[in-house]
């Protein structure tokens, strides 16, 4: 929202919005038009100055355009689902753009809070914290990402002998990353009457590939048999993003043709997209136990064996690159007399292992810093497990997916035991962000600001793996021996675990209710064919899904007659950021989270 690209488009089309106004005015139309949330910023920043406000709508529209918002009822057929409905298709006649925009649209409602009570800091200080020494010897993966929306809107110079509704266009990824690994299917808004579109994440690197693909199913051919290509064209993701674009287009592709049609004249496409600001994407690392090997191993008892032959901890990106493994130890004190336990860490830089955290007064004390976990972990009244304090911040534990992590596809998942979330509560975000993600069943971390990312690995692997006082452990996970086995406890390396961290989360259930996988790779909305549904949505359980638009509000509903084909983030995590799900499944998607006044225009 600070980028200038974001607010020089959101200022246009809130010029835009004003203009479809003054037109309905002057035709005596009392219409009422809906905005996206890049108008509404626009709509409302406007109004905070208010005389000049006041000063401009005089002079556009001969009066003070009122803005209400308190209309919220997003049901089918209600004033903010046709009204957007409107608004989108008065908007795309008169200027030629789509006006879904990604990141622009309804995110479904806001999460709980964790308190209602805002934490006081002093001052503005927002400083970090995390073990400080070994955090040198850490190779971070850093991956940017952008939430992209794809829809083809016409397609043009056909072949006679092709009827229109018989074509769909497959796109693919020239260089899969780690948020998309396949394409999908996309049908043509003109011909099927709907608009349609794909929202998912990816690296904004490469190239789209769009492919025009003749279905020989529409012939009464068997199913079985291909579709055939008809052409293709690539569009590059960088010049979407790069600095001087405006992240958005919409324009003419011609066909590079193929196969029987390589000679007939170049079919073209038109494709509308528009993608968010590149931002980095969140660490979200594995977690595999592996035992170390040794033939003198294999001829100790087992009393001995469990002592020294302690097993590592690998966290692991997708990719499988090792970011590193911890291990408790004990050993004896210099005296003799009493037992020291001690949290190591080992990566490929390190070669040596070093220490993190010591245990002792009942609690793990980290080195370089006044982190500590202490073994008593009691829910207080707002339901935090734990604080953990440094400089002017403060961060506090809870059991469950919190704020931007919490899962909204149905009720079972309100309250997910087997998760832990971080939240950060500082002079910024007084009332929390959430900053970390602990999923015990799936035995992976999630880790949105890197300066935590070394204390959350820590944190989470003591969660799983240190017994308390009651003699059960402080979290109750689904760590397991894998059964893998390692060469000398310090060897290091960037191997590949099967599959990756898909591959480690790979036998994560779906949601029983609901039918959402929990983790995985991309998952597309689609009919009964494996296609995507004009006529609505489907949930990765292939359940049928309505697919609901509308304009603002704090809920959502209503056919806007915009469908959206979304994808999973690997993990679970919710990928385009224009779409949430809602209750029972229900794909929601729409314009802002607040209405205009009767008088709109």
Not at 555 to 560: A, R
Request: proline share 4%.
């Amino acid at each position: 929202m600070h980028d200038h690209r974001f607010l020089e488009e959101a200022l246009a089309r809130y010029k835009g919005f004003l203009y479809l106004i003054k037109l309905n005015q002057e035709k005596g139309m009392n219409l009422f038009r809906v905005p996206t949330y890049d108008v509404d910023l626009m709509w409302h920043t406007h109004q905070l100055n208010s005389v000049t406000y006041y000063s401009d709508m005089l002079n556009l529209l001969g009066r003070v355009l009122e803005h209400d918002d308190t209309d919220d009822d997003r049901a089918e057929g209600k004033k903010l689902d046709t009204g957007f409905s409107g608004t989108t298709e008065q908007f795309e006649n008169n200027f030629g753009l789509r006006y879904w925009k990604i990141g622009a649209m309804y995110r479904g409602s806001l999460p709980s809070p964790v308190t209602s009570v805002p934490q006081i800091f002093n001052s503005e200080d927002d400083s970090v914290f995390g073990v400080n020494k070994a955090e040198k010897h850490l190779t971070i993966l850093e991956t940017t990402v952008v939430e992209l929306y794809l829809q083809i809107v016409d397609i043009k110079n056909l072949p006679s002998a092709i009827p229109e509704k018989s074509v769909y266009v497959w796109f693919t990824k020239t260089q899969p990353d780690v948020f998309i690994s396949d394409g999908g299917r996309l049908d043509i808004s003109t011909k099927t009457g709907k608009s349609i579109g794909a929202g998912f994440q990816c690296e904004p690197t490469g190239e789209l590939i769009l492919t025009a693909m003749v279905d020989q199913a529409y012939f009464g051919a068997s199913s079985s048999k291909k579709s055939e290509p008809l052409g293709k064209v690539s569009i590059s993701l960088q010049e979407l993003t790069q600095p001087d674009s405006k992240l958005s287009f919409e324009r003419w592709f011609e066909l590079k043709s193929r196969g029987a049609y390589a000679g007939s004249p170049p079919v073209s496409l038109r494709v509308a997209a528009s993608c968010t600001v590149p931002r980095q994407a969140p660490q979200v690392l594995s977690m595999v136990n592996v035992k170390p090997f040794s033939l003198k191993a294999c001829l100790l008892p087992h009393s001995i064996k469990d002592q020294n032959m302690s097993s590592w901890t690998r966290f692991v990106y997708d990719c499988g690159t090792e970011l590193i493994r911890l291990q408790i130890r004990e050993h004896k004190a210099k005296s003799g007399m009493a037992l020291i336990r001690e949290l190591v860490g080992v990566t490929k830089s390190s070669k040596q292992p070093f220490q993190l955290a010591e245990f002792t007064k009942n609690k793990w004390s980290f080195n370089d810093s006044n982190l500590s976990i202490t073994h008593d972990l009691k829910p207080s009244k707002d339901g935090c497990i734990h604080e953990l304090k440094y400089g002017n911040k403060l961060i506090k534990l809870y059991r469950g997916r919190r704020l931007a992590y919490e899962l909204k596809c149905c009720s079972q998942h309100a309250e997910d035991t087997t998760a832990v979330t971080a939240v950060k509560f500082s002079a910024e975000h007084p009332y929390g962000k959430a900053v970390a993600l602990l999923d015990t069943e799936s035995e992976f971390i999630t880790v949105d600001e890197d300066w935590f990312l070394l204390p959350w690995v820590a944190i989470s692997f003591l969660f799983l793996n240190t017994i308390g006082k009651d003699g059960v452990k402080l979290i109750e996970g689904a760590m397991v021996h894998k059964g893998e086995t390692i060469e000398p406890d310090t060897t290091v390396a960037s191997e590949m675990v099967k599959g990756g961290a898909a591959g480690a989360t790979a036998g994560l259930a779906q949601c029983g209710p609901c039918g959402t996988a929990g983790g995985g790779d991309m998952v597309m909305a689609s009919d009964k064919a494996g296609h995507a549904s004009c006529a609505g949505s489907v949930t990765s359980s292939g359940k049928v899904a309505d697919s609901k638009c509308g304009g603002c509000g704090s809920d959502c509903g209503g056919g806007s007659g915009v469908s959206v084909v979304t994808m999973s983030y690997k993990k679970g995590h919710a990928s385009c950021g224009a779409v949430a799900g809602g209750e029972n499944g229900h794909i929601e998607s729409a314009g802002c989270g607040s209405g205009c006044g009767s008088s709109c225009g």
